[in-house]
Nanobody, 126 residues
Framework: QVQLVESGGGLVQAGGSLRLSCAAS????????MAWFRQAPGKERDFVAA????????SYGDSVKGRFTIARDNAKNTLYLQMNSLKAEDTAVYYC???????????????????WGQGTQVTVSS
């Protein structure tokens, strides 16, 4: 069973930057599409970004495109999310997710992912 643990969350001022990490254990990082989702209180879980196993192709939600960058280090079994130009509306619990998928697949729907971390809180003050 793949286990995911997020870290790097915290409090940051609007316009600032933050880097989240997701450490995977219990299985090979290979052939797993990885993604970040976020959920604010009272709201649905939204897609943030995803990266494929094959060539590292990435996809982003419209609200974060141009500001966030997803990356993976397969040797370290770690997923990253670099968040720049943060806004108050970015405040949420950020979750790391994974699904066994080869090639360039990078699903953007939460129900397409089988493994989830417990989340890390990101709070952006305005």
């Amino acid at each position: 069973q793949v286990q995911l643990v997020e870290s790097g969350g915290g409090l940051v001022q609007a316009g600032g930057s933050l880097r989240l990490s997701c450490a995977a254990s219990g299985g090979s990082f290979g052939r797993y599409a990885m993604a970040w989702f976020r959920q604010a209180p009272g709201k649905e879980r939204d897609f943030v970004a995803a990266v494929s196993w094959g060539d590292g192709s990435s996809s982003y939600g419209d609200s974060v495109k141009g500001r966030f960058t997803i990356a993976r280090d397969n040797a370290k079994n770690t997923l990253y999310l670099q968040m720049n130009s943060l806004k108050a509306e970015d405040t949420a619990v950020y979750y790391c997710a994974a699904v066994y998928a080869g090639g360039n697949l990078r699903p953007a729907r939460w129900n397409q992912y089988a493994h989830w971390g417990q989340g890390t809180q990101v709070t952006v003050s305005s």
